[in-house]
């Protein structure tokens, strides 16, 4: 069964910090692994999206990461800003004869001043 | 461009009416999605259209639900009869293909009382 586990479930860090999400999945075969950003109340911002033969992504102060073989991934916040408290998704793509996607439960960040 | 645009924002029905969810998604993007999210499911992917096509509706929940995209500006997700579990967050997503970067609509949330 294909799987995506986020950890940790929520975290609290101060503003200036950095902090790191963990995504593990068993989802196969491998097409792509994203990584959306979601406020409360609007809807999901993609920050990344890597493919197999990418292990490093950044996009501003988020770095994602991404390790094949282990089928793990991160996603690294530099320098937290109040506006990075929000849920942050990991979502596996699966593509062979059909088209899947695979959902973490996410993240919920939440940076304090 | 002003983004994926969806209508309505809000839906309070009762059970048992029909429910018709709109999606216009960005100019020129060709692949189409939609999605609900729950706080006990999280996010799920319900149907996939790349020009027009139905590629993958396997998350349809049951035939209660069916989509439609006339054409390359217009999707509906409509849900009859309707019944409280339906009660969720519903977003419509566009890109320029698979893997492209997702765009997200501000998303509907319907009650089905």
């Known amino acids: 069964k294909n799987q995506v586990e986020q950890s940790p479930q929520s975290l609290i860090i101060l503003e200036g910090k950095n902090c790191t999400l963990q995504?593990?999945?068993?989802?196969?075969?491998?097409?792509?692994l994203r990584w959306y950003k979601q406020d409360t109340g609007r809807g999901p911002v993609s920050l990344t999206i890597?493919?197999?033969?990418?292990n490093t992504k950044s996009n501003g102060r988020y770095t994602a990461t991404l390790d094949a073989d282990t089928k793990q991934s991160s996603l690294h916040i530099t320098a937290s800003q109040l506006s990075d408290s929000a849920s942050y998704i990991c979502?596996?793509?699966?593509?062979?004869?059909?088209?899947?996607?695979?959902f973490g439960a996410g993240t919920t960040v939440t940076v304090r001043a | 461009d002003a983004g994926v645009i969806q209508s309505p924002r809000h839906e309070v029905t009762e059970m048992g009416q029909e429910v018709t969810l709109r999606c216009k998604p960005i100019s020129g993007h060709n692949s189409l999605f939609w999605y609900r999210q729950t706080m006990m499911r999280g996010l799920e992917l319900l149907i996939y259209?790349?020009?027009?096509?139905?590629?993958?509706d396997s998350g349809m929940p049951e035939d209660r639900f069916s989509a439609k995209m006339p054409n390359a500006s217009f999707s509906t997700l409509k849900i009859q009869p309707s019944e409280p579990r339906d009660s969720a967050v519903y977003f419509c997503?566009?890109?320029?293909?698979?893997?492209?970067?997702?765009?997200f609509g501000p998303g509907t949330r319907l009650t089905v009382l």
């Open positions: 890597m493919t197999f033969s990418e």
């Open positions: 259209f790349n020009n027009n096509v139905p590629i993958d």
């Open positions: 979502v596996v793509t699966s593509r062979s004869n059909d088209y899947k996607l695979s």
């Open positions: 995504c593990n999945y068993t989802v196969s075969p491998f097409s792509n």
């Open positions: 997503a566009s890109s320029l293909g698979e893997p492209d970067t997702q765009y």
